[in-house]
DNA sequence: GGAATAACCTGGATGC
DNA sequence: TGCATCCAGGTTATTC
């Protein structure tokens, strides 16, 4: 499920290639893959055709790619399935293959953008730039001051040297729900997923369904300092792969999944101290983490 | 405005 | 073997 390490192995695959690349065509094999692009498939084709790509920027887990001498990107989010690879002009159609960019750049040649999706739960879309709020930088690989308008609700990403941790108490000191859930809303803090959700909670010894505003101070910022460093180390494995569901832009598939401490090992013993790690229901989701040793504490 | 929940979707795993 | 059901989960609309 690509949370923000994977996003960004696939940003940084996709930047030398397609940066300074001019779009040549573009395919449209399946309009589901453009729910966030209102005016449809012929008007994407037609918009982007003969465009030349500025950028390729990343905030949280949205994607997007400013176009030259335009107030406009191409706006990506994988959702759960979606994969961005890239193929030789007049390779083979992937499986659950939904959109081609055949684009050319200038050192590297012709080359295919495909985005793949098995679930369609994610999208490309053409979306205006807009002004950040704070003046920062948009998100990860453009100095402009400028994000794209479909993300521009969310929250910075912990990794993200604007993102603001003492707003970011402020926030968690106001909320009454379990700390598990503020950590997946995207709005405050954007990048996290179920997967690092759970890791970087059983890393700070928190209990999943700690009330946010029941946490220190202390406790907080021992959170945000695993959020990173699980982050991290995931991005420095090129993220997690448990299936042919997430992969990098060429098809391979990155070794974190070696390092999970509490996601996905329902029943194993804990790294930390031994006690079987538990699984319970979480909204329409799981949760994995120790009970032993991520006790609900009492506030404060 | 905050909080909770359902719906969207496909394919692998599981049970009968 | 074949069919039905469950499960995975990011985002958003809806409801309270």
Redesign the pocket.
Same mark, same amino acid.
């Given at each position: 499920?690509?949370?923000l390490p994977e996003v960004e192995v696939v940003r940084a695959g996709l930047a030398p290639a397609i940066v300074g690349a001019r779009i040549a065509g573009v395919e449209v094999h399946d309009e589901?893959a453009l729910t966030r692009h209102a005016p449809g498939g012929a008007h994407f084709a037609r918009e982007l055709e003969g465009r030349r790509v500025r950028a390729a920027v990343r905030r949280?887990?949205?994607l997007w790619f400013p176009l030259a001498e335009a107030d406009t990107a191409i706006v990506a989010?994988l959702?759960?399935s979606g994969q961005m690879l890239l193929r030789s002009p007049g390779a083979p159609a992937e499986r659950?293959e939904r959109i081609r960019l055949a684009i050319e750049h200038p050192d590297h040649g012709e080359l295919a953008v495909v985005f793949a999706d098995?679930?369609?739960?994610g999208s490309l879309a053409i979306d205006d730039l807009v002004p950040t709020s704070d003046g920062a930088p948009g998100g990860f690989g453009d100095p402009l001051p400028v994000v794209a308008s479909?993300a521009a609700?969310i929250g910075r990403d912990p990794l993200d040297p604007a993102f603001d941790d003492r707003a970011f108490r402020a926030a968690l000191a106001?909320? !009454? %729900?379990?700390i598990k859930?503020v950590l997946?809303d995207?709005n405050l803090v954007s990048g996290i997923?179920?997967?690092y959700a759970d890791e970087s909670l059983w890393a700070a010894r928190i209990h999943p369904e700690t009330i946010a505003a029941d946490l220190s101070t202390r406790a907080v910022n021992r959170l945000l300092a695993e959020v990173r460093l699980v982050l991290q180390k995931a991005l420095a494995e090129g993220g997690t792969s448990f299936?042919a569901q997430y992969v990098n832009v060429n098809g391979q598939a990155g070794y974190f999944a070696h390092s999970l401490n509490a996601?996905g090992r329902t029943g194993e013993a804990c790294q930390r101290c031994g006690g079987p790690v538990a699984r319970v229901a979480f909204?329409? !989701? %799981?949760s994995h983490f120790c009970p032993r040793c991520q006790r609900k504490r009492r506030p404060g």
């Open positions: 499920m690509p949370e589901r949280g887990k949205f989010h959702g759960m659950h098995q679930r369609t739960f479909q609700h106001r909320r !009454r %729900s379990a859930r997946l995207q997923g179920n997967i299936d996601y909204t329409n !989701r %799981s």
